[in-house]
């Protein structure tokens, strides 16, 4: 079964579930939302095999693997589509570091780490 497969499955399941009642009490919360982690993980796995293919071609086009054009456009598009709870400032954090790690994977499988390619490369760097 492939992972896209996996996350059907998962999401299916959790879509036929009620919402807890919260006399239940915490677990079932819990349950919940362990099994939206996997989801979670399984579609920022599967983002990250897509932009591991991305950094593919741009080796093969000599493109650099920082493009702040795009990261911007990616974070305008899912600000947009953001209808809360989390408020946008939350949201951009979030896709920052998940932008910043399919960036730093890229960089570190397809091209050599250089001030040219990021000029914030270091701003991770403790």
Known sequence: MNSLTTITSLLNALAELDE?????????????IDRI?????????????????IGHLKQQMGMPIYVPEREQQVLDGVLKENSGPLEDRAVRRLFERIIDETRSLERRKYQHRTEEDDPESDRTTP
């Open 20 to 32: 807890p009642d919260p006399e239940e009490g915490i677990t079932p919360w819990r349950e919940r």
């Open 37 to 53: 982690d996997r989801i979670v993980l399984g579609l920022l796995n599967e983002r990250s095999r897509s932009a591991n293919a």
